[in-house]
């Protein structure tokens, strides 16, 4: 059935290239390469596979930085204006991008929105499992961090790279074949861990943006915040519920994210002796990761054992 798939997709692909108007690329840089510009890094990373260096690949958000307080400046929107292909996540925290693209002729730029590739979820505002408030029209941007719907993101971008581009299209088409096999070994993987867990919880001792993973793999989980909530400080009601859940399930591991201070984290775990993890969101990247080539799968590979130890 996958190579059926797999088979069927690349087809589909193949003929959207030989349709396209222009054998060569939109936004051309002074290089002679398309440009193609994102504005995080899961999906700079997707375009970087795909593409293989015969585009020009931009990140917008520095590696090490906070993604939710991002603004461009001015050589950011120079760039988006004179890309061929723009990839953001299209919600909420992208408003400023929507603004960009609204006061400038997209009409020879293709856009992929990563909320528009996959089945988007609403966003869940709480803490500890024993609250839940769903905001009204929210959307839950963090789509990547389940390896199922990072399929389909670069599915999409495939795609829009071989209407931008179709004189490198059999390139592209060839690098995202080999990289979806290796996201489909990745989701394989995870599974195994789940199917083999002595227990389905996990225990945040920081935010929480693995709804779409957590809803691929079944697990149930549960944050000092909730999403990505600005909050620093969690309510004293809040770690108390989260050191009872970890003492009375014998819950080994603690999780935190990437670029965290993992205060929260810390005192969870000084008061139930229990690990402390990073679970990566790929949300961005390190500054010594990024300079170290390291992507979103070496980062997720890396989830798959930190996963692992916290449900032994």
């Known amino acids: 059935m996958k190579q059926q798939v797999l088979s069927a997709f690349t087809i589909a692909a193949l003929v959207i290239c030989a349709l396209s108007a222009c054998g060569q690329p939109f936004g051309e840089p002074q290089s002679g390469k398309l440009s193609v510009v994102s504005t995080i890094f899961p999906s700079y990373d997707f375009a970087r596979q795909i593409t293989g260096g015969l585009a020009e690949v931009t990140l917008l958000l520095p590696p090490g930085s906070e993604s939710h307080t991002f603004e461009p400046t001015p050589r950011d929107i120079a760039k988006i204006q004179s890309c061929g292909l723009f990839i953001h996540g299209g919600g909420e925290s992208d408003a400023w991008a929507e603004k960009i693209l609204g006061s400038i002729d997209t009409t020879r730029m293709k856009i992929v929105t990563l909320l528009g590739c996959v089945e988007p979820l609403e966003a869940e505002h709480h803490h500890d499992g024993d609250e839940h ?10 789509v990547w961090t389940s390896p199922r719907n990072a399929k389909r993101i670069v599915e999409e971008i495939l795609r829009a790279l071989c209407e931008a581009d179709a004189e490198n ?6 690098n995202a074949r080999a990289y979806l096999e290796r996201l489909d070994a990745l989701d394989m993987a995870f599974q195994a861990v789940v199917d083999k867990a002595a227990r389905k919880t996990l225990i945040f001792g920081d935010r929480f943006p693995f709804r779409y993973f957590a809803q691929a793999y079944g697990l149930e989980c549960f944050a000092a915040f909730p999403g990505c909530a600005e909050e620093t400080e969690a309510s004293a009601a809040t770690v108390k519920r989260l050191i009872d859940k970890v003492n009375a399930e014998g819950i080994p591991v603690v999780f935190h994210l990437e670029l965290s201070d993992r205060k929260m984290a810390q005192t969870i775990a000084r008061a139930t002796g229990a690990q402390i993890r990073l679970l990566h969101a790929c949300h961005n990247i390190s500054k010594d990761d990024f300079l170290a080539g390291k ?3 070496d980062l997720m590979e890396a989830n798959v054992q930190a996963l692992q130890a916290a449900l032994e």
Not at 133 to 142: C, L, R, S, V
Not at 169 to 174: G, R
């Open 169 to 174: 299209a059999p390139v592209y088409l060839e």
């Open 133 to 142: 408030d769903t905001e009204a029209h929210a959307m839950d941007e963090h």
């Open 295 to 297: 992507g979103y799968i």
